[in-house]
């Protein structure tokens, strides 16, 4: 084994690039460490459903010759990226989380755009089936584990991204996030997930979930390298001027001990920090029912979007999903316009609060990470699929915690559009939490 | 009977403006006028439900007073202004077409905007059943007939608010338009019809049809008066500068050759002028499958927005209507997501057509107004639908004809938000046309 000085897997994206400019180390001999730990560790955590292991070394040597002749791409040219298994990458087998496979002839829009700026490819996460759950146990692909938690979920649907990034197997993932499906991962493994502005990027060549609410986002290990892979430039913020409030309508929601004692601390830090922390409350908001109203929309669109591939490759579908797409082709329009109006109700409100107060924060979720052999809550998504619903960008960051302390994310939402303000506070309010 | 010269009824709202402002006439004296031609004339057209005949006088005085004190609201202080009868006027019973009304404790948010400049409210205005229709023959409240040709129809749902303008009962009406029920009726009754950019004045107060296509729009015997009640103030513009095309995808459509010599000979007209006209073509556009996704979207919609109505008074809905409606709240789920995304996609490619080519014409509808006893043809909103889903603005002009000729409408539409040069346009279309 490496001595943990020259374990490469441990750079950030940040990291990795100043190391490749630096010459400490090149994209292939980068991208090696990733593999062989991969290869190492990743039959526990089963995060990868594809590993594109010759490709990504012939990709690192090419970038490492364009670095030698000066004409690198970008300067994340050479950094290796995982890839949600429902995002296309030309000649990798897409699954979506499916018992069915195809190869794609295209790169999905956001692909593209990041292999045009250099990145490598390592391979394709575990997710939730058809990313319609947040466990990723996935009947197809087997269970993915969360690192920091032996038999412990990683969340979901972008669980197997989350595992690879929180197990330093690559430094970043690509996840998709319906109602908090990049979020909820990266609070149960101990990372940052970002769900930008509904958009942001193109999810040309995703398969959908809901194309009313499917973000794609990225994950990683720090503010820094989120804002690297969406390629936002990062204000200097100071916190204490930040206009930030909490959302009252969580504090009456079933909650952990370890959850509230978490945000509770993270309100206090911030407050000690000279940050003044405002209150506000959505006047008609009932976090589970809001969820369910995206679930049912999340069903219906599904259903449709799905059919097709139903059709042709029955098998491919665990009953549990057939039955939750069954659930959605047979609702009537009334109940769907219905949970539409809903979430556009409260998009209209939340809007409208974010005219007034920049940034709300909450818990990313209302529990911690739970073991495979205990029960499914039904709530993990209540608070996050709130930005789903607005289209606005949220983040989760991970609070400071010890050895025996489970993973509590902090989510911070602002209005859509406002994606580098928020990112740049996220930037300030993590440096708070690691200087704590 | 007045002479034509002492004819009050026949100025528009431009000219009523100016009129008032030369003390012409007072608007006590402007409005007695319209009531008695109202009086005299409603009983053939029945395009009033309900008049307010001592409230609209009362109003007029008080109009009068304040042009004698200065203190005038706006130019539009003592004009009066019939309203489709599924737009709240405080204290005025609301139908919204159906067999029961109530009475509203709050005008509509638009009337509330135009009272507010001094407007005067004359009454409410005979519509299609529910707005879902566009003849006009209403089952609870009579049929309405179009003032040009006797025992035809106006057109709908809008008919009365055409009715009365055609008809010179008053200056300018409010209507609705879901997939065409402002132009419609305008085109059939000679008269100009705007449905503005989606959300350009709020439906607060107005019945809904649908939310995803309902957009109010004023009905008047002139572009300048549109723009007067739109509160916008136009450019001068030189049509021949005017990027305009022909939308090709009509051009195959079943249309009377009385629609289509007239479009061919004011494409003449244009091209005399020195317009340069070019052609587009909406690649995956059928407007009869365009027309029934925006059909069914209308139907589910009201199926749930009026279901309460339904639940407390079927008496007043027709069998006709009651089978609309089941038939939308039978309809299931993946079919009227399926039409959203139809009108979804045809929005993202005219919204695309506009980036290159700035505005588009078309007949307004595919037919000249037809006689009750004939068969309501399917396909009359076969050419307006399309501004609908794409939420743009779009007028419909009268074309000059003699006495003989039926009434012809010609549509612009343009993109989002552009309203101002559209309606710009529409008046050097307008004179070009008086002109020839």
Redesign the interface.
């Known amino acids: 084994m490496e001595s943990k000085k020259e374990d490469l897997t441990l750079l950030g994206v940040k990291d990795a690039i100043a190391a490749l400019e630096k010459g400490v180390c090149s994209s292939e001999t980068f991208i090696e460490s990733c593999l062989a730990k991969i290869n190492s560790n990743d039959g526990k955590l089963n995060g990868f459903i594809h590993v594109e292991a010759e490709q990504a070394a012939r990709d690192a040597l090419q970038s490492d010759n364009r670095r030698k002749n000066g004409t690198l791409l970008s300067p994340l040219d050479g950094v290796p990226l995982a890839v949600k298994d429902n995002i296309d990458i030309l000649g990798q087998p897409t699954t979506n989380g499916l018992g069915m496979h195809w190869i794609p002839s295209e790169d999905a829009a956001v692909v593209k755009l990041l292999r045009n700026k250099g990145m490598i490819f390592l391979g394709k996460t575990n997710m939730h089936e058809a990313a319609l759950g947040a466990t990723t146990d996935n009947p197809h692909h087997g269970k993915c584990f969360n690192p920091l938690l032996e038999g412990h979920t990683p969340g979901g649907s972008s669980g197997g991204s989350g595992a690879v990034v929180s197990g330093y197997l690559c430094p970043a993932a690509l996840g998709t996030d319906t109602m908090g499906s990049v979020r909820v991962p990266a609070a149960y493994c101990g990372i940052v997930g970002f769900k930008p502005t509904k958009n942001f990027w193109s999810t040309e060549g995703v398969t959908p979930l809901s ?1 009313t609410l499917d973000t794609i986002g990225p994950l990683a290990r720090s503010v820094s390298d989120i804002a690297l892979l969406s390629g936002l430039a990062l204000k200097n913020v100071d916190v204490k001027n930040c206009n930030v409030a909490s959302l009252e309508n969580f504090d009456y929601a079933d909650m952990e001990d370890e959850i509230k004692s978490g945000y509770e601390g993270t309100k206090r830090l911030l407050l000690d920090a000279g940050v003044s922390i405002g209150q506000v409350r959505l006047s008609d908001y009932d976090p589970s029912s809001a969820r369910r109203a995206g679930l049912l929309v999340s069903e ?2 599904a ?2 979007l799905l ?1 097709d591939f139903r059709l042709t490759s029955e098998e491919a579908f665990s009953p549990e999903l057939q039955a939750m797409l069954d659930f ?11 949970a539409i ?1 809903k979430v556009q109700a409260l998009k209209r409100e939340l809007c409208n609060i974010f005219q007034k107060q920049k940034f709300l924060i909450t818990p990313t979720t209302p529990q911690t990470p739970f073991h495979f052999s205990q029960e499914t809550p039904i709530n993990q998504a209540d608070f996050t699929a709130l930005a789903n619903f607005c289209g606005c960008p949220a983040i989760s960051l991970p609070l400071k915690r010890s050895e025996e302390e489970k993973p509590v994310g902090l989510q911070i939402m602002t209005a859509p559009g406002f994606d580098i303000d928020l990112l740049s506070l996220a930037l300030g309010i993590e440096k708070l939490i690691a200087n704590n």
Not at 328 to 338: D, E, K, L, Q, V
């Open positions: 194309v219906v669109e259903g449709v059919e959605g082709r047979r609702a009537p329009a009334s109940r769907y316009f219905n109006q």
